[in-house]
């Protein structure tokens, strides 16, 4: 029987204390394989400086020190993985997530006032503003009466480690490592504070989807979007990728450090909730992180390759 406990471990991101099953990882899928490695851009391998020293970095997030690094040449995607993907992943496999084999995943409050009295199991210790629903999940991400109507380009959420990595199976990709994707997400800048400089809406014009107002009871939606923004929102980096700050948080292959607990997994690039009273994590070096079977409303990923398909395994 599953203990339906919530609480959390990272200020961001809601987490689970038990675990369903964990199911073996689909097959590799040789067509999505070759779709998936067409639509993606091809980064060239170098060196960077990694990490940050701000004093506005979240105490324990262990952002630095900065320390040149190498990373070698791969293929990343320019979107992170949308409603639709995910739903031909299924479609094609019969997969189920976490979020369905427990059955509840984590919804922000202002989404779920709708929600039926008996569907509620509570809140978040530590985090009132997210709320355990039963039959939220990747399709019906703001509960049971949910749906993925005038969503289907939107990030897939609701998945967690595990669904991440049976995705990353079908698909013939994988996770990034904590340096690839900061590599891929400062786009080619040096010691720059975000994906695109040092200002956070340069002349006024907003760079991506984060909180506007007060949180967690008044979002202004000044970026134009209270939820999830269309994968392609905004302007790309300038390697040409959408959306890695804000929006949602993305899994990697990383774990979060070499003493924590096992299956505790770095998650990289903010999500629409962060604002700068609570979590200004939409910075390019800043990171969280969650426990490998937990899910929300908020957290995605997006699918990095080899550039020579070869067996990888994961660091920080």
């Not at 320019?78 to 976490?98: E, H, I």
Request: with cysteine; net charge neutral.
């Amino acid at each position: 029987m599953l203990r339906q406990v919530a609480t959390r471990l990272g200020a961001t991101t809601p987490l689970r204390l038990s675990s369903p099953s964990r199911p073996s990882l689909p097959k590799r899928d040789p067509v999505a394989a070759m779709s998936m490695r067409d639509r993606m851009i091809e980064l060239p391998g170098g060196s960077f400086e990694m990490g940050s020293e701000e004093r506005s970095a979240r105490l324990g997030d262990a952002e630095g020190p900065v320390r040149q690094v190498e990373v070698d040449a791969l293929l990343v995607a320019p979107l992170t993985v949308t409603n639709d993907d995910f739903d031909r992943f299924v479609k094609a496999t019969g997969y189920r997530t976490q979020a369905e084999q427990f059955g509840w995943s984590y919804v922000f409050h202002l989404f779920a006032r709708d929600i039926e009295p008996g569907k509620v199991r509570g809140s978040a210790h530590g985090t009132p503003w997210w709320i355990a629903v039963d039959g939220a999940d990747w399709c019906h991400p703001d509960g049971p009466r949910s749906s993925l109507r005038n969503r289907r380009d939107h990030p897939v959420v609701h998945v967690s480690h595990v669904d991440a990595l049976a995705y990353s199976s079908w698909s013939g990709t994988r996770l990034p490592t904590e340096r690839e994707w900061e590599y891929a997400a400062r786009g080619g800048l040096h010691r720059k504070r975000y994906a695109w400089g040092d200002e956070l809406t340069p002349a006024g014009k907003h760079m991506c989807n984060i909180w506007q107002g007060v949180f967690p009871q008044i979002n202004t939606a000044e970026d134009g979007y209270i939820g999830t923004a269309p994968a392609k929102s905004f302007t790309p980096n300038g390697y040409g990728l959408y959306n890695v700050a804000g929006n949602v948080w993305e899994w990697t292959a990383s774990p979060w450090d070499e003493t924590s607990r096992n299956d505790v997994w770095a998650m990289r690039g903010g999500s629409y909730l962060c604002h700068l009273s609570y979590c200004d994590r939409y910075r390019v070096a800043a990171r969280t992180r969650n426990t490998g079977d937990s899910s929300s409303g908020n957290v995605g990923f997006r699918i990095v390759a080899n550039i020579e398909p070869s067996e990888f395994e994961g660091e920080r």
